[in-house]
């Protein structure tokens, strides 16, 4: 049985590998999209389980991704966490997301809401 | 014709007393002349009816008439150069009209001799008042001489005793008549050189009033600073070149409108109703208020203008020109809040990478290499923490920064703060107890993160002052329309002078080289400023050794 699937859609390239390797510690599989429109390509071929998503992206804005997430049925169960540095944004979008999280965002804190919102349990490089 | 008749009879001199006596002699040198000639025209007519004398003979009195209009002529002449000697030939000329107009019996003892009081009255009126006792002695003479060898008679002593009575007489009214004019003339002068020194005076102030209006004047045309003077009605009636230069219009355009029309297409309506607030406030002197005035940013302050009663005469408008400050201000803003940005992203990368680490995402670590980790992780958050409070402190002065009101609960709050500090007050060995009070309403409205901003601001202040002992957090409800929460340490304790400046922006109470903690000062400065922002108050209250608490007050609704 494969891991589950998730999309790391971030511009950041640290803050990219940094939400991947929590991802990846929570024990799902992961892909990093660095622009809007790879992400938007993802999306039609893919249907991940768990998608952190920036709000600030190039080319496709997070929250039209967001809206095209939850418009379409074939994404359904898709889990998306939203990450923002602006608590308005986080307000605002607290009842589309599954989780809005505040940047900036550590990585054991992705790490463990990840693993209960997939079930999966999370691993631990000296355990 | 009057003036030329005066300028005839009056004798320049500059002693107005020989002026008064030469004019009054040419006075009666022209009566006498009018009457020569009078006499004259009756002597020609009679003669001419054959009345008088022989043919081929002279008639005297033609003679006479003509030796008196001459006489008359040669003493006005004389007038001219001597008052005094045209006076004594005058009066010759009289006294021997006087004594050949009569039969000598008559001039020394009969009907004639009353004639020559004439001469002594005015003797003493054209000469000096005195000489009417000589023309008294001429006259005496002159009839003693009759009686004598004339008449061969005794002397007329009665007749020479009137004269002298007359003489007194005369000298006596003369005198006062001439002490009077000197008294007049005194007068007059006195209040010629009052007047002159009045018009002098006068002048001097003109010229002292018109140097100083000049001078303020040219003050306020030179000012760098735009000054309308508003009257009580709150018309315009002085406005200098720099305030037609700040505002954009013509001096003239300025006069007689009131601040309303001079603001209606340049100023945005909310600064309007600010500088409409200031006119109306009634404080002698209010502070500055800065306003986007057209395509300038000015700052205008107001001051009360009353007279020397206290009386309001006027408003005194000053606005200056604050467009490169503001321009400044914003750029300094941008500057900070850009840098900010840009140094949060890699702060925020370290702290990832240095979690993945800690977390034994790449791998295992050696308990020294966690040790190494910890402390990279504190320091950046430490880093981090600075360029949140900069960043805060850039949008509060800037005014971007916006408040994000829901309804939160108040323990909410306490948990936050005790997951965000609780571990510090732990690591110290302090107490940190929290206490929500029963009238504490279940919800309040406000900014949560801000709040918690504050909150947490205060308690890792109170952990990081306080060595040992308690840090002690209470939310309660001191009125009605307010909450609050209170942060009493048994810490060092702030001195008196340091509660002062201890909310102003990088400034701390132990603001010395030799300071113990860490940090910019920034923190109170935007708990104070945050909480101003939320119109709450924040209050100190501090003893040097016993600790301090911070409570600050907010409104339940806004």
């Known amino acids: 049985m494969s891991n589950p699937l998730a999309f790391v859609i971030e511009d950041d390239e640290d803050l990219a590998i940094i939400f991947a390797g929590a991802l990846k510690a929570a024990g799902l599989d992961t892909r990093i999209l660095r622009s809007g429109d790879m992400a938007m390509a993802q999306l039609a071929v893919s249907t991940p389980d768990v998608v952190v998503l920036d709000l600030h992206l190039p080319n496709v804005a997070g929250t039209d991704i967001l809206r095209h997430i939850r418009n379409d049925p074939r994404l359904a169960q898709a889990r998306v966490i939203v990450a923002t540095a602006d608590p308005r944004l986080a307000d605002m979008l607290q009842s589309q997301a599954d989780l809005v999280l505040i940047k900036p965002i550590s990585f054991s804190q992705l790490r463990d809401l990840a693993a209960r919102l997939t079930g999966t349990t999370p691993t631990n490089g000296s355990a | ?558």
Not at chain 2, 34 to 59: H, R, W
Not at chain 2, 269 to 276: A, F, N, R
Not at chain 2, 314 to 333: C, H, I, P, Q, Y
Not at chain 2, 484 to 504: K, L, R
């Open chain 2, 1 to 558: 014709m009057g003036k030329s008749l005066s300028r005839l009879l009056e004798v320049a001199v500059t002693d107005p007393e020989d002026a008064r006596r030469r004019k009054l002699l040419n006075i009666l040198l022209a009566g006498v002349g009018a009457i020569g000639l009078l006499a004259l025209l009756a002597t020609l007519v009679l003669s001419m009816f054959g009345a008088a004398g022989q043919p081929g003979e002279v008639n005297p009195l033609l003679i006479a008439c003509i030796s008196l209009i001459i006489g008359a002529v040669v003493i006005y002449v004389i007038n001219r150069f001597s008052g005094w000697v045209a006076s004594t030939l005058f009066l010759a000329l009289i006294i021997l009209i006087a004594v050949l107009a009569d039969q000598p019996v008559q001039v020394a003892e009969g009907r004639s001799i009353m004639n020559l009081v004439i001469p002594i009255i005015a003797a003493s009126v054209l000469l000096r008042p005195a000489t009417s006792f000589v023309a008294a002695t001429v006259c005496s003479v002159v009839i003693a001489f009759i009686s004598l060898f004339v008449l061969h008679t005794v002397p007329n002593f009665p007749a020479m005793f009137i004269f002298f009575i007359v003489a007194l007489i005369a000298w006596l009214s003369a005198r006062s008549l001439e002490n009077a004019l000197a008294d007049l003339r005194a007068i007059n002068r006195e209040l010629d050189q009052r007047v002159a020194q009045r018009t002098q005076e006068l002048a001097e102030a003109l010229a002292t009033v018109h140097a100083e209006a000049s001078k303020s004047k040219a003050i306020l045309e030179g000012i760098a600073d735009g000054v309308i003077v508003f009257d009580t009605d709150g018309k315009a009636i002085i406005a200098n070149p720099a305030a037609s230069n700040l505002l954009g219009y013509p001096t003239e355009e300025i006069i007689d409108r009131d601040i309303q029309a001079l603001m209606e297409t340049k100023v945005r309506s909310s600064d309007q109703e600010v500088i409409s607030s200031l006119l109306s406030g009634q404080e002698m002197r209010q502070p500055s208020v800065k306003v986007g005035w057209g395509d300038k940013t000015l700052s205008v302050s107001l001051a009360r203008v009353t007279d020397a009663s206290g009386n309001p005469i006027g408003t005194v408008a000053v606005f200056r020109d604050f467009t490169r400050e503001a321009e400044l201000d914003r750029m300094k803003s941008t500057i900070i809040s850009m840098t900010s940005h840009e140094l949060r992203t890699p702060v925020t990368a370290i702290l990832g990478y240095a979690d993945m680490l800690k977390e034994s995402a790449v791998g295992a670590l050696t308990d020294e290499q966690h040790g190494v980790i910890q402390r990279i992780i504190f320091n950046c958050q430490r880093l981090s923490n600075l360029i949140s409070n900069l960043l805060d402190q850039a949008q509060i002065e800037a005014g971007t920064l916006k408040l994000t009101y829901t309804y939160f609960t108040p323990s909410s709050l306490i948990e936050e703060m005790v997951a965000t500090v609780g571990l510090a007050a732990q690591v110290k060995g302090l107490e940190l107890v929290t206490a929500v009070t029963a009238d504490t309403p279940p919800l309040v409205y406000g900014d949560a993160q801000r709040v918690s901003q504050v909150l947490v601001n205060l308690v890792s202040n109170a952990i990081k002052y306080t060595d040992q002992g308690s840090v002690l957090v209470r939310i309660f409800r001191p009125d009605e329309g307010h909450w609050g929460f209170e942060v009493a340490d048994t810490g060092s304790g702030i001195p008196q002078e340091a509660q002062d400046y201890i909310f102003e922006p990088f400034r701390r109470a132990d603001d010395s080289l030799t300071r113990k903690s860490s940090g910019a000062g920034l923190g109170l400065s935007i708990v104070k400023q945050l909480v101003n922002l939320m119109k709450g108050e924040i209050r100190l209250t501090s003893t040097v050794g016993s600790g301090s608490t911070f409570t600050v007050i907010l409104p339940l609704s806004i």
